[in-house]
């Protein structure tokens, strides 16, 4: 079975930038989430979807940050215009969902290195 | 609200040595309990995971035990080995909601031969 996949790897890019992240979940996962890991801490929620709906968007910094899922698979995530504090790696991971809010635990990509210079 | 307290790192062992990271938290419902491991390089990789009180998680060697009356989930390796050498995330989602993964920070753990 494929995993959660992600593109690009790494990126660097100048502050005020723009730059978008994609991922594809694992066929069938209906729950994606986005999650921002700055480096020595823990991964921290940015966005989750159920579907093509949010269901939690409660840290995202929407000034700058923006996340959508069209027709309920693939999602990118954008970051317009880019701070230095936005230095970190960005994960996407998906679950599938059994109903009655029941889920599989998280499965999680590779992730996206971003640098802000 | 939901918050997860793991053992400051880093932790540095030798080959075959006992390891123990200590990972405690608080919940506002009934959670499930999650160890990741990162590899360098790589991504977030479910090691083991308890539902309910009471349950024990195992995987690879590592275990680690649900309890609810003191709120803990350590987890246990009896002997490690170099290939060990990672960081480890202790994580819970409460079930039966919409409810994300809260992260700890994460404990950096070195195996020297």
């Known amino acids: 079975e494929a995993g959660v996949a992600q593109s690009p790897r790494y990126k660097i890019i100048e502050k005020r930038q723009s730059v978008a992240f994609w991922c594809n979940p694992i066929?069938?996962?209906?729950?994606l989430y986005w999650y921002q890991q700055i480096l020595g801490q823990g991964p921290k929620l940015l966005i989750q979807?159920?579907?093509?709906?949010?269901?939690?968007d409660s840290q995202l910094p929407k000034d700058r940050f923006s996340a959508e899922r069209l027709k309920g698979v693939d999602s990118t995530l954008k970051i317009q215009p880019a701070k230095l504090e936005d230095s970190a790696v960005y994960l996407c991971?998906?679950?599938?969902?059994?109903?009655?809010?029941?889920?599989?635990?998280?499965?999680f990509g590779q992730g996206t290195r971003l640098t802000v210079v | 609200g939901n918050s997860v307290t793991q053992m400051e790192g880093p932790v540095t062992l030798s080959e075959e040595a006992f390891l123990t990271i200590n990972c405690t938290y608080t919940?506002?419902?009934?959670?499930?309990l999650f160890w990741y491991v990162q590899y360098p390089g790589e991504g977030l990789q479910l090691l083991l995971k308890a539902t309910k009180a009471d349950d024990k998680g195992s995987n690879k060697g590592f275990e680690a035990t649900y309890r609810k009356e003191t709120t803990s989930f350590h987890l246990e390796k009896g002997s490690v080995q170099v290939s060990d050498s990672a960081v480890y995330f202790c994580a819970l989602r409460i079930n039966f909601g919409n409810e994300k993964l809260t992260f700890g920070t994460g404990t950096r753990l070195t195996i020297i031969p």
């Open positions: 919940a506002t419902g009934y959670p499930s």
């Open positions: 066929s069938g996962h209906a729950t």
């Open positions: 991971a998906s679950s599938l969902d059994y109903g009655q809010g029941i889920r599989t635990e998280a499965f």
């Open positions: 979807f159920q579907n093509n709906g949010v269901v939690d």
